[in-house]
C-alpha cells in the first residue's frame, strides 16, 4: 500500500506492506536509524518517535497509522544546525552512556518541555517512566532535561512542525 | 631545518598543554567525544549495518526446555517467497559446526542436533530477504519433539533419579559439572569451633539478566573470493571472538576481520559467542550474501547469558563483642545447559573467593558445585561477571546477620572489623592480595552524607508510629582488572592488553585499544590517559578500537577491566612515547637528554626552560630531516602489551534508606548514598555516570528483576512486561561522594569502577528492607523484594525466590 506522510517537516511517500511497523518504516525504509529498538511491547520506549508533536513507540504504530501524520525523530531535533536544548542538556549534563535510549528519551523530553517549559523532577519523572535507560540511573537525564528547560531555544521546531 | 616548522610553532603560552578549567588536558570532568554523533541520532550499531544484498536471519527456538528431537522438516519454509536457505543442526554437523566450546571448557550447541536442553535453544536458522519474510518462514518449519522431564530446581540436579541433561557427553551420568574450594577448611573449622558466636543464613542471589538495551545481533560478509570473513558483532571482546573462530571454524586468523560497531549497554550479555553469530557466519558462506541477525527481546532474555543463580548458606563467627573471625560458604551453582559462564580457567566460580569482603578475618573457606539445569546458559554477565557480586551480596548480608544477633549497630560492627590502612598489601584468608584501602575513611564519609545518627532517631520515632522505615549498609571490596598472566587465563588466552601510539608529525595523536566500549566512553577517557601523559589536548587524539584489523590483541572489556588493564596499557604506552620524544628533544635542542625535565606537553633544558621542544614540535622533527640519535627511528609511536602485576581493589560504602507500605509491602527506595574509591579518577562526570547505572542495577535486582521459571521449564521473564527493570519512578536522585586511594600498582593508580555499584547496592537495599522488617523479627528477605513477596514476609512466610 502507498502511504504519505510528513517526516521531520519532508513529505515523504512509500509504497509498504501493510504491517511494517512505523519504527522499520523510518529506519529500513527511509534509512533514519537515529530510531532505535529494544523490546516489541512498548515497555522501553526506545523506539519512541514524536507524532503530531506527542511521544508514540514506533515498534506499537503501524507505518500506515502515521500517513498523514508528522512525524518527527532523533535526526529532526536540531533546526538549521543549531542543537536542540535538549541535546544541548544531554551532552552538558551527561544524560547518556551507550546511547541507545537517547533518541526516545530526548524526543519525549522535548514534547514535554513543549507543554510545560518548567517541569519539576517529579514531573520529569513521570514524563519518562515509559523509556528504561540501562546505563544512566536516571539521574542525569534528569538533570539534562532540566538544563534544556533553563536554556530554552527561541524556536525548537523545524518548519512546518506545528505544535 | 625551516621545512620541518611545524604550524603549531605559535606557542599559545610557556606550557602549550595549560587546560583551561573546563577543557582539561589530562584528567578532569570533560564532556565526552562520543557524545555529538550519540546525540544526533548518528551512532553506528549493529542493526544501522546495511551492506548491498544483504539478507537477514531469523532463529527458530525449543519451545521446550526439554526434548529429543526426532525430526526438523524445512521444506515449507524453504518454499516460502523471499527465503534463501534454512539451516539444520544437520547441516552443521556436515561442517564439524553443531557444536562449539564454551569459555568454560564445555561445549554447547550452535542447533540442536540431538535434544533440546532449555526453552529458547536455537532449533534452525532461515535467511530471506527481509526480516519480515524470515519471521513468517519460521512458523513453517515443522519440529517433532519428545518431551523429556526437565531439571529445573538446581538443588534436585545431583538426585540420582534426576534426569540427565548433558547426555551429548561420553560418560556423563549425572548433572554435575565441578566442586570447587577456596580457603583453609581445617583453620575455618577450629575457628568456628571457638568462637563465642556463630550464625548461619540460607539466600538466594536469583538468576537475573543484564538486558542491554540493544539485544544481540551480527552481520556477516563472507568473501568467497578473498576467504575473507567480516563479521560485524555486538561484542564486548572482538580479538577473543576473532580468535576462537579461527580455531572452531577453521577460517585462518588473518582471513577473519571483527567489527564491533557502536554498542547499546552489554553489561557482560555481549561477552559470549551466540549461536545466532555462527548462523548469520554459515548462512552468510551459504548464500554468499551478507547476512544480518538481530535478537528480539524475548530471544535476548531467554536464551543468551544469564548472571547468579548461586544458592548460598553462608556462616559466620565472631567474639561477643563484635570481632569477625571467619565467614565460610557453601554455594550451589545453576549453570544451566552449558557450563558457558566466562571465567578465568583455573577460577570455576570466578573471583567468587572474594567473600572475605573489607574485614581482617582470622580464616575463611568455601565450597562451590555447579550444575546443569534445563535452563539457558551462560552465567557471565550483568556486572561484575566474575562472581564478585555474589560475594559481596554474601559478606554484607552476613555481616548484617550477625548484628542483628549481637544486637549491634551494623555501621559500628563494620567499623570494627575492616582491614587497618597500614595492613595494606592485605593477604586475605583466600589468596588475594588487596592492593589498598582506607574503608573506614569512606565509611565515616558515607554515614556523615546520610546524616546517620539523625536517620536512626528518625527511624526510631517511625517505628513507634507504625512505619516501615529501614535503613541499610553494604561496604563492598571488589577485585577487578582481571589479569595477571602467571595466575589467570580464558580458555588459555592470557588477559593482557595490548595499546598503540601514533603521533602524527602534527602532534595529533591516535590510540589504539583492544578493550571496547558498550558506553563507558572509552573514546573520552583514554584520550584523557594519553592527555595526561603527553600534554596533547583530548580532542586531538583519536581514539580507535572495536575493529580487530585497526587494533592490537587484548581480551575486551568486562569485569572492570578497561582501566585496570588497557589504562595501564595506554598510559605506558604514552610513556614509551614521551621517552622517544626525549631523545629526539634532545637531538632538537643540542642537549644531552639526561639534561632535560619533562613539563607536561613539552620536554625542556633543565634550568632553562626556554630552551624546550612541545610533543608536536618533536614529532615533526621526528618525521623530519632533524639527524636523530643512535638507534631512533624517524616516527613517534610505540607499542605495548600490558601484563597486569595485580587486580586492583576498588572499595565503597553504600547507605539506603527504604520506606515499606504496610499495607502493600511496596519498597520505596527514599535515598542512596554511595561513597566509592577507585583510586585515580580519569574523569569524574564518567565515574560518576558509572556509580549511578550501578546503583539503578541494584534496585533492580533487590526489588524488582528475575529471570523465574515454571516446573515445566518455561520462562517467567521473557518480555518487559514480566522481567522488570527500573525507571525513572523507581531510583531515587543519587547522593554520591569519593576518597581516593590510588592503587600502588597501577601506573596511575586507577581502579575499575563500572561494576563497583552493581556488587555494593543490593546488599545495602536488601539490608534496608530487612532492618525496615524488624518489626516483624525478619533476619533476611531473599530477592527480589517485590510488593507480594515483602509482603509474604510481613505474614511470616519469607520464601526463597526458587
Given at each position: 500500500?502507498?502511504?504519505?506522510?510528513?517526516?521531520?517537516?519532508?513529505?515523504?511517500?512509500?509504497?509498504?506492506?501493510?504491517?511494517?511497523?512505523?519504527?522499520?518504516?523510518?529506519?529500513?525504509?527511509?534509512?533514519?536509524?537515529?530510531?532505535?529498538?529494544?523490546?516489541?511491547?512498548?515497555?522501553?520506549?526506545?523506539?519512541?518517535?514524536?507524532?503530531?508533536?506527542?511521544?508514540?513507540?514506533?515498534?506499537?504504530?503501524?507505518?500506515?497509522?502515521?500517513?498523514?501524520?508528522?512525524?518527527?525523530?532523533?535526526?529532526?531535533?536540531?533546526?538549521?544546525?543549531?542543537?536542540?536544548?535538549?541535546?544541548?542538556?544531554f551532552m552538558e549534563e551527561h544524560g547518556l552512556?551507550?546511547?541507545?535510549?537517547?533518541?526516545?528519551?530526548?524526543?519525549?523530553?522535548?514534547?514535554?518541555?513543549?507543554?510545560?517549559?518548567?517541569?519539576?523532577?517529579?514531573?520529569?519523572?513521570?514524563?519518562?517512566?515509559?523509556?528504561?535507560?540501562?546505563?544512566?540511573?536516571?539521574?542525569?537525564?534528569?538533570?539534562?532535561?532540566?538544563?534544556?528547560?533553563?536554556?530554552?531555544?527561541?524556536?525548537?521546531?523545524?518548519?512546518?512542525?506545528p505544535a | 631545518m625551516t621545512a620541518v616548522t611545524p604550524l603549531t610553532m605559535t606557542e599559545r603560552a610557556a606550557n602549550p598543554a595549560a587546560a583551561a578549567e573546563d577543557r582539561p588536558i589530562g584528567f578532569g570532568r570533560l564532556q565526552r567525544k562520543e557524545d555529538p554523533r550519540f546525540i544526533r541520532g548518528k551512532g553506528h550499531y549493529l542493526d544501522d549495518v546495511t551492506l548491498p544484498g544483504m539478507l537477514h536471519g531469523a532463529m527458530l527456538r525449543s519451545p521446550y526446555a526439554h526434548a529429543r528431537l526426532i525430526s526438523v522438516d524445512t521444506s515449507a519454509a524453504l518454499a516460502h517467497p523471499g527465503v534463501h536457505a534454512v539451516i539444520t543442526g544437520k547441516d552443521l554437523e556436515g561442517l564439524n559446526l553443531a557444536w562449539a566450546p564454551t569459555l568454560s571448557a564445555d561445549v554447547m550447541a550452535i542447533l540442536a542436533t540431538d535434544k533440546v536442553r532449555f526453552q529458547g535453544q536455537e532449533v534452525a536458522f532461515v535467511v530471506a530477504d527481509d526480516r519480515y519474510a524470515a519471521r513468517d518462514a519460521l512458523e513453517l518449519i515443522d519440529v517433532e519433539y519428545d518431551v523429556l522431564p526437565p531439571v529445573v530446581d538446581?538443588?534436585?540436579?545431583?538426585?540420582?533419579?534426576?534426569?540427565?541433561?548433558?547426555?551429548?557427553?561420553?560418560?556423563?551420568?549425572?548433572?554435575?559439572?565441578?566442586?570447587?574450594?577456596?580457603?583453609?577448611?581445617?583453620a575455618t573449622?577450629?575457628?568456628?569451633?571457638?568462637?563465642?558466636?556463630?550464625?548461619?543464613?540460607?539466600?538466594?542471589?536469583?538468576?537475573?539478566?543484564?538486558?542491554?538495551?540493544?539485544?544481540?545481533?551480527?552481520?556477516?560478509?563472507?568473501?568467497?573470493?578473498d576467504g575473507k570473513l567480516t563479521l560485524y558483532e555486538t561484542t564486548q571482546a572482538p580479538h577473543a571472538h576473532r580468535t576462537l573462530y579461527a580455531l572452531v571454524a577453521g577460517i585462518p586468523e588473518h582471513k577473519i576481520r571483527v567489527v564491533a560497531p557502536d554498542i547499546g549497554g552489554g553489561f557482560g550479555n555481549k561477552v559470549g559467542i551466540y549461536p545466532g553469530y555462527v548462523c548469520a557466519v554459515v548462512g552468510s558462506i551459504v548464500t554468499g550474501r551478507p547476512v544480518k541477525w538481530v535478537e528480539d527481546r524475548s530471544e535476548n532474555l531467554m536464551s543468551t547469558s544469564f548472571a547468579r543463580d548461586y544458592l548460598m548458606h553462608g556462616e559466620i563467627a565472631a567474639t561477643r563483642d563484635g570481632r569477625i573471625l571467619a565467614v565460610r560458604t557453601n554455594v550451589l551453582a545453576d549453570h544451566g545447559a552449558f557450563n558457558a559462564t566466562a571465567q578465568p580457567t583455573k577460577y570455576p566460580a570466578g573471583f567468587f573467593h572474594i567473600f572475605t569482603g573489607s574485614y581482617d578475618l582470622e580464616a575463611a573457606h568455601c565450597t562451590v558445585t555447579g550444575v546443569?539445569?534445563?535452563?539457558?546458559?551462560?552465567?557471565?554477565?550483568?556486572?561484575?561477571?566474575?562472581?564478585?557480586?555474589?560475594?559481596?551480596?554474601?559478606?554484607?548480608?552476613?555481616?548484617?546477620?550477625?548484628?542483628?544477633?549481637l544486637e549491634m549497630d551494623p555501621a559500628e560492627l563494620r567499623l570494627r572489623n575492616f582491614i587497618r590502612p597500614e595492613?595494606?598489601?592485605?593477604?586475605?584468608?583466600?589468596?588475594?592480595?588487596?592492593?589498598s584501602g582506607e574503608y573506614e575513611t569512606a565509611m565515616r564519609k558515607a554515614l556523615d552524607m546520610a546524616g546517620y545518627d539523625e536517620l536512626r532517631h528518625e527511624q526510631a520515632q517511625a517505628r513507634e508510629r507504625g512505619e516501615l522505615m529501614g535503613i541499610g549498609i553494604a561496604f563492598f571490596t571488589e577485585t577487578v582488572g582481571a589479569g595477571p598472566r602467571k595466575h589467570m587465563d580464558i580458555v588459555g588466552l592470557g588477559m593482557g592488553d595490548g595499546a598503540e601510539l601514533r603521533v602524527h608529525p602534527t602532534g595529533k595523536a591516535v590510540v589504539r585499544l583492544s578493550v571496547q566500549?558498550?558506553?563507558?566512553?572509552?573514546?573520552?577517557?583514554?584520550?584523557?590517559?594519553?592527555?595526561?601523559?603527553?600534554?596533547?589536548?583530548?580532542?586531538?587524539?583519536?581514539?580507535?578500537?572495536?575493529?580487530?584489523?585497526?587494533?592490537?590483541?587484548?581480551?575486551?572489556?568486562?569485569?572492570?577491566?578497561?582501566?585496570?588493564?588497557?589504562?595501564?596499557?595506554?598510559?605506558?604506552?604514552?610513556?614509551?612515547?614521551?621517552?622517544?620524544?626525549?631523545?629526539?628533544?634532545?637531538?632538537?635542542?643540542?642537549?644531552?637528554?639526561?639534561?632535560?625535565?619533562?613539563?607536561?606537553?613539552?620536554?625542556?633544558?633543565?634550568?632553562?626552560?626556554?630552551?624546550?621542544?612541545?610533543?608536536?614540535?618533536?614529532?615533526?622533527?621526528?618525521?623530519?630531516?632533524?639527524?636523530l640519535p643512535e638507534g631512533v627511528e624517524g616516527s613517534l609511536e610505540a607499542q605495548i602489551t600490558y601484563d597486569p602485576p595485580n587486580l586492583t581493589f576498588p572499595f565503597g560504602a553504600y547507605i539506603c534508606v527504604v520506606d515499606i507500605d504496610p499495607g502493600t509491602g511496596v519498597v520505596k527506595v527514599r535515598r542512596f548514598i554511595?561513597?566509592?574509591?577507585?583510586?585515580?579518577?580519569?574523569?569524574?562526570?564518567?565515574?560518576?555516570?558509572?556509580?549511578?547505572?550501578?546503583?539503578?542495577?541494584?534496585?533492580g535486582m533487590a526489588l524488582m528483576e528475575m529471570i523465574a521459571f515454571d516446573e515445566e521449564g518455561n520462562c517467567l521473564g521473557g518480555s518487559f512486561m514480566d522481567y522488570l527493570i527500573p525507571t525513572a519512578m523507581e531510583v531515587p536522585d543519587w547522593e554520591t561522594g569519593h576518597t581516593v586511594t590510588p592503587s600502588p600498582h597501577h601506573p596511575i593508580g586507577a581502579k575499575g569502577v563500572g561494576e563497583s555499584a552493581t556488587v555494593g547496592s543490593p546488599p545495602a537495599i536488601v539490608n534496608a528492607v530487612v532492618d525496615a522488617l524488624q518489626p516483624f523479627g525478619l533476619r533476611h528477605v531473599d530477592m527480589p523484594c517485590t510488593p507480594a513477596r515483602v509482603w509474604a514476609a510481613m505474614q511470616g512466610r519469607p520464601e526463597p525466590p526458587v
Open positions: 500500500m502507498q502511504i504519505t506522510m510528513t517526516v521531520n517537516g519532508d513529505s515523504v511517500t512509500r509504497d509498504v506492506e501493510p504491517r511494517v511497523l512505523l519504527v522499520h518504516f523510518l529506519r529500513d525504509v527511509l534509512g533514519l536509524t537515529g530510531t532505535h529498538w529494544g523490546c516489541d511491547t512498548s515497555n522501553c520506549g526506545l523506539c519512541s518517535v514524536l507524532m503530531d508533536g506527542a511521544p508514540v513507540k514506533s515498534c506499537t504504530v503501524l507505518a500506515a497509522m502515521a500517513a498523514g501524520h508528522e512525524i518527527r525523530t532523533v535526526e529532526g531535533l536540531a533546526v538549521g544546525g543549531t542543537l536542540d536544548p535538549v541535546q544541548q542538556g552512556q551507550c546511547g541507545f535510549c537517547t533518541p526516545g528519551m530526548m524526543l519525549t523530553a522535548r514534547a514535554l518541555l513543549d507543554k510545560n517549559p518548567d517541569p519539576d523532577e517529579d514531573t520529569i519523572r513521570e514524563a519518562i517512566s515509559g523509556q528504561i535507560c540501562r546505563c544512566t540511573g536516571y539521574a542525569t537525564i534528569v538533570r539534562s532535561i532540566q538544563w534544556a528547560a533553563k536554556h530554552p531555544a527561541e524556536s525548537s521546531r523545524p518548519e512546518g512542525v | 538446581a538443588r534436585r540436579a545431583l538426585e540420582p533419579d534426576a534426569p540427565v541433561i548433558r547426555d551429548d557427553l561420553e560418560g556423563r551420568t549425572d548433572n554435575h559439572i565441578f566442586d570447587w574450594e577456596a580457603g583453609d577448611r581445617a573449622d577450629e575457628v568456628f569451633a571457638r568462637a563465642d558466636v556463630v550464625v548461619s543464613q540460607d539466600m538466594v542471589y536469583p538468576r537475573v539478566h543484564p538486558a542491554p538495551m540493544e539485544t544481540c545481533g551480527a552481520v556477516a560478509d563472507y568473501d568467497a573470493v546443569y539445569t534445563n535452563k539457558a546458559p551462560g552465567g557471565v554477565a550483568y556486572a561484575c561477571s566474575f562472581r564478585v557480586t555474589e560475594a559481596v551480596y554474601l559478606v554484607e548480608r552476613m555481616v548484617d546477620v550477625l548484628a542483628a544477633e595492613q595494606f598489601p592485605y593477604a586475605n584468608a583466600t589468596g588475594w592480595e588487596y592492593d566500549t558498550q558506553g563507558q566512553g572509552h573514546e573520552t577517557t583514554f584520550a584523557q590517559i594519553v592527555a595526561e601523559e603527553l600534554g596533547i589536548p583530548p580532542e586531538d587524539i583519536e581514539v580507535v578500537h572495536g575493529d580487530t584489523d585497526q587494533t592490537p590483541f587484548g581480551l575486551g572489556t568486562y569485569g572492570s577491566r578497561s582501566t585496570p588493564v588497557s589504562g595501564a596499557a595506554v598510559s605506558l604506552v604514552s610513556r614509551k612515547v614521551r621517552e622517544k620524544a626525549k631523545l629526539i628533544a634532545g637531538a632538537m635542542l643540542e642537549a644531552r637528554p639526561e639534561d632535560l625535565e619533562w613539563e607536561k606537553g613539552r620536554w625542556f633544558v633543565k634550568g632553562d626552560p626556554e630552551q624546550s621542544k612541545t610533543v608536536a614540535e618533536i614529532a615533526m622533527a621526528a618525521h623530519g630531516t632533524v639527524a554511595a561513597v566509592d574509591d577507585c583510586g585515580t579518577r580519569i574523569n569524574p562526570m564518567i565515574i560518576e555516570g558509572q556509580i549511578h547505572g550501578g546503583l539503578a542495577d541494584g534496585v
